[in-house]
């Protein structure tokens, strides 16, 4: 039983980590809470219902479409709403991204209707059985695709040029700046990977509850914000295992019968990481001079 609860903790706290990672590097690099990321989650999930539905696209192309369309929309979303205001006051911003998140719920309400969409057949759902523990061929996918993404992801901050650029910004915005980074570029590219990851956790989501709606993003979204800054917002890692743990605990709240308080789990814990450890798990403080 602790085992099987364990699998399903890991399935659902992955995909909150793939939505957490955007969250956590935008922070990083511009100081921003981008409350649009849950909705581009959303619309990743649809458009993988539309590869499949429409194109008859395998996962694995499902995944990729996904990938791109939110790619190229949360580049458009940066450039056109967000850069505009990065120098006015952060609250200014702040509301933007309010602003988009509406949009982007509404448009898709408009389009696809407040129902939920069911998400066509991509994955044969086998039973796998290992001794006493069982679990679904659908969830081995789900971890093993986001452990790639997530290793894939530390690849890039780490030993690419690009990500050379996204931590040296994280460090100090206007001194990176000043020695020839182009930060455009950098926050473009930080916007695009972390849509990108959003919307894989979208379709793997999508798949996992056989369900989609416009507003799947609110509440994913909120709770992948707590699984940043229980890992530590800004922190790569840190979010990582954010999500992993409030995974695990919503599993293990609701089978020990708290079913009907299964979202204020994540906002509990918020709470207690506020009071105990206000930079998260992983977060360090920020030393300024002044």
Known sequence: MLLQQIINGLTLGATYALIALGYTMVYGIIQLINFAHGDIYMIGAFIGVAAVALFHQNF??????????????????????????????????????????????????VLKGPQPTGFPPVLKNVTLRVGTLEFSSIQLVILLVSVALMVGLQFIVKYTKIGKAMRAASEDYDTASLMGININRVISFTFAIGSALAAAGGVLVGIYFNSVSPYMGVTAGLKAFVAAVLGGIGNIPGAMLGGLLLGLAEVFGVAAGFSTYKDAIAFTLLIIILLVRPTGLLGRPIQRKV
């Open 60 to 109: 694995f192309l499902t995944l990729a479409t996904a990938m791109l369309a939110c790619v190229v929309l949360g580049m458009t979303i940066e450039r056109v709403a967000y850069r505009p205001l990065r120098r006015a006051p952060r609250l200014n911003l702040l509301i933007t991204t309010i602003g988009v998140s509406i949009f982007l719920e509404t448009f898709m309400t």
